[in-house]
C-alpha cells in the first residue's frame, strides 16, 4: 500500500505522519537527530574561539566538549539528554570521537525536603540514579532549590513581603536574609497570584542553573549551558514573558548566544531542541527513547508545571498554564504559528548589559535586575508603568526598592 511506504526512505512502512509526510520509525529517529546535530554544530561553531582562548582551557588535545544540561524530568529535557546520547553512541560507532559530554543537572523544588529523614534519599536523587544507571556516560546531579539563596545577585530583599516599616526594614534586610527552605517557600506563597509564584519559580530555577553552570565552568571548564526547549516551550515563553512586561528581556531568554549570570560570568546558553515541536519530542520518548521514565512522564504538560504545584497549590492558572493549553492546540492545527513566533524572536537584537546609556548620553554598566537579573530596559520601564500609574509610593515606602527590579518582577513581587 503506497500511501503506508516512508516518504522519506520510501522502504519501510510510515508509522508516524510528521510535519505532514507519513514516515517510518528509523527516519523519524534520523530526523530528531539531526535537527538537534545542526544546533550543536552552531554551538560548536560560535563557541569555537572561546574553546581553545579560555583559561586553564580543558585538556587541549581533546576535541570533547563538555555541556552542562538542565533536566527538568519533562519531556524535552528527557529528550535532549536521549538525543544526546544517540548521537554519540552513532558518532562512536561510526570510528569517531565522541563529540561532546554532559553533566546533567536537575534543580530539585521540592521545598519540603528538611523535615524528612536525611539518610533517606529525595525522591529526585533516587530518579536520577535511574539515570545514572541508563545513561553512565554521563554524570547527574541534583541541585536543591535552595541553593539559590547563596546568590548575592539576587537582592533578596526585593522579596521580602512589603509591610515592613524604613527603620525595621533596614534590620530585616540583614537579619531575615531568607536562608532555609521553609524561608523560599514562604517567600513563593507570600506572592499575590499563581502567575507571580510560578514566574518566580521558574526564574529562580533559571538563574541557579545558570549560575551553577557559570560558576562552575571557571573550575572544571563547561562549554556551554544546555536547555532542553522546544519550539513550543519557546513559544510560550515568548507570550508569556510578552504579557508579563519582560519583552524586552526575550532576546536572553529565547536566543541562542552568550549571557551573563549577574556576577560578571559569561556564558554560552544553547537550546539544541529548539527547531522541534513538544508533540515531536514526547513522540521521540515513546517511539524512539527509553529514558527511565513512569507511564505517567508522558503527559503532554511542562514539568515545571507540576513541579509549581508541588510548592504552592494554586487555584487559577498562571499565564503560562493558559499558554501550555493554548500552545498545544495551535501546535496542533497549525504548528508554523508556533515556529514563526521563535523565528520572530530571533530576530531582535540584544541591548547588552554592559552598553546601558544613562541620562549624559554616556554609557554606563548595568547589573539588571535584582531579581530576574535580566537587563533593564529603562525607558521601557517607564513605559509599562506609565500605562498603569506609578507604583512608586512616598519616601520610606519599600516598594522604592522596585527601581532595581524590571517590570516583569515587579509586578510578580508587589502584584
Ligand atoms: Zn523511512
Ligand atoms: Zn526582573
New binding site residues.
Partial sequence: MPDKQCRRCKEQEAVHTIRADPICNDCFSLFVKTKTVKRLEVLNRETKSSHTGRPGGGAPNSNVRKFYAGLSFGPSSSALVDICEQIIVGRLSRGRDAAFNLHVVHVDTDLEQSSTDLDTPSPAEQRLDQWRARYPRFTFERVPLKDILALDTIDWATLLPSNTTEETEQKASQAQRPSTPADLRTIISNLPSATSRRDVLD?LVRRLLISKAAFTAENAPYDALLLGCSTTALAERTLAETAKG?GF?LPWQINDGAIEDGAGHKLALYHPVRELFRNELVLYLSAVAQPPLTEGDFVLMPASASSAAAVVSHKDLSIEEVMTRYFAEVELNYPSIVANVVRTTAKLERHSHDHVHDHDGGESTSPG??????PLDEAGNERWKGEIGPLDGPEGDPRLRVER??Y???RSIHG
Fill in positions: 526564574l519582560r528581556s535586575c535584582r531579581v530576574c537579573g535580566m527590579l524590571c516583569g518582577c515587579e
